[in-house]
């Protein structure tokens, strides 16, 4: 099977995060087929391992790719389209799964290399806490010494032939925030008897907006007062989400929003509930890395774009935090749309384009 055939197999058949049984059970039949060494991991992903015919091999470079879809009602109209009722590839995780794919086909028909090569075919990108962060739990690179971790992901924004790279601090951590205001509700024209839990959450939500800024995100993008136009209701909610570009900032504006909190609740006299439910953390990649990866890059013949970092997060950030890391943008042309909508339609040739400097790139590191 080639890389396109993989890619089309897990696009016909998306599955969610942590259902990924039937996507994990054709990863692993593939992987067998060509006798490539591996196991189960993270619940529904898969660990690959190839070692080299040389060098040390307790050395080994790390290739990740995600495996799990939306839930999104696919109406591309491809005749490989998701068979899976509002289920869909709207992400790229099926390109990421086969660029993967294919770059261990390529090693391990050929394993002359120092080291060893694992693949991650990691499930649960997609919802908080991520997948990743269950596979690190595993410690299943204890016993190696750990040259990179490498991962991409797709982007529209990019041509295909272009690659994407940041040095240092990529993506952004990402928190989930919950709020729940406990008032005392009753007919909206009879003020004075009645503790406005929609008029405090308001203003809560001001004074978090006044949290944004070039190195901070928070959006409120929820808001349930279940009243009417002459009911205030005894409670409302709202929930939302916060970005940061660094661990100790994001301490900080947790504690900030819980002080905000405090100040609601003496001003409007109600109860305010915070349940802030911690997420990824940043994506900062290896600078000498991300260089050396730009100038291999270049070398082959790709594009290389620099990118700025971003407010999206990646759960690869738990990698970042541990070993050396690289994480970068694979273009697959402005044609295919945007990701996360139900016509996202990544332009194949793209994953050549990903196979190709993927392997380029594990080799070079592993044989440094």
Request: net charge negative; with cysteine.
């Amino acid at each position: 099977m080639d890389t396109k055939q993989f890619r089309r197999e897990l696009h016909r058949h998306p599955e969610l995060s942590f259902e990924e049984h039937r996507t994990a059970a054709f990863i692993s039949e593939q992987l067998a087929a060509l006798g490539i060494e591996h196991r189960p991991i993270a619940t529904t992903g898969v660990l690959a391992r190839i070692e080299g015919r040389r060098g040390n091999l307790k050395r080994c470079v790390v290739l990740r790719a995600d495996i799990d879809a939306l839930p999104i009602a696919e109406k591309t109209g491809v005749e490989w389209a998701s068979v899976v009722d509002g289920v869909m590839h709207g992400c790229g995780h099926d390109c990421h799964a086969a660029v993967l794919f294919g770059v261990l086909k390529r090693l391990n028909e050929n394993p002359d290399f120092e080291g060893t090569l694992f693949g991650v075919f990691q499930p649960g990108e997609e919802c908080n806490p991520g997948g990743a962060k269950f596979v690190l739990e595993e410690d299943p690179f204890k016993e190696y010494d750990v040259a990179a971790v490498i991962g991409e992901h797709v982007d529209a924004d990019l041509e295909v032939g272009e690659i994407g790279f940041c040095p240092g601090k990529f993506m952004a951590s990402t928190d989930e925030l919950h709020f729940t205001v406990e008032g005392v509700g009753g007919h909206a024209a009879i003020r004075s008897r009645i503790k406005d839990s929609v008029v405090a959450i308001a203003d809560l939500i001001m004074h978090l907006n006044a949290f944004n800024s070039d190195d901070c995100v928070v959006s409120i993008g929820k808001v349930v007062a279940e009243g009417a136009t002459n009911v205030i209701p005894d409670q409302t909610s709202c929930q939302g989400t916060m970005r940061t570009f660094s661990e100790k900032l994001r301490a900080r504006i947790k504690e900030m929003i819980e002080n905000v909190a405090e100040e609601i609740e003496y001003k409007y006299d109600v109860e305010v509930d915070v349940d802030i439910r911690h997420g990824y953390p940043c994506v900062e990649n290896n600078v000498q890395l991300t260089y050396e990866a730009m100038l291999l890059a270049e070398s082959r013949g790709f594009k290389v774009c620099d990118l700025d970092m971003r407010p999206t997060a990646e759960d690869f950030g738990y990698y970042t935090q541990i070993y050396p890391s690289l994480f970068y943008r694979l273009g697959v042309g402005q044609a295919a749309g945007r990701s996360h909508t139900a016509m996202f339609l990544p332009d194949e040739k793209a994953l050549d384009v990903g196979e190709e400097f993927m392997y380029q790139l594990a080799l070079s590191i592993l044989n440094k």
